[in-house]
């Protein structure tokens, strides 16, 4: 059985489809799980992204390609945040197995502390 853990990083999100009217709804790719939201995250220093990586499982790749892309080696270069690297953070819409571990991602303002509206 796998353990879930939790990574808390500091950083910026680009392309945020986050939320129930901008899902990825490509049912070619996403139909098993209804959709996905996802985002271009850019961790705030390496350290931060250090914390994915160390002490999680997380592969730094997959299917032979990185995980951290560059934006500007791609056919659109633009500066980017923080690091400049990003990931590409996925929830599905739905879970397939585990129906709490899909859903719209929690959104919270958090410039001022934990949670604070």
Excluded: C, W
């Amino acid at each position: 059985m796998s353990k879930t853990k939790t990574v808390t990083m500091t950083g910026y999100l680009e392309y945020a489809n986050i939320f129930e009217e901008n899902y990825d709804d490509n049912m070619d790719f996403h139909g098993e799980t209804e959709g996905e939201f996802n985002a271009n995250f850019y961790p705030e220093t390496d350290d931060e992204l250090s914390k994915l990586f160390e002490g999680t499982g997380f592969a730094r790749e997959f299917r032979g390609r990185s995980r951290i892309k560059d934006p500007m080696l791609e056919k659109n270069p633009r500066e980017g945040f923080g690091t400049g690297n990003y990931i590409i953070v996925k929830r599905p819409r739905v879970h397939p197995m585990y129906g709490q571990y899909g859903g719209q991602p929690e959104v919270v303002h958090f410039t001022e502390g934990r949670f604070n509206d």
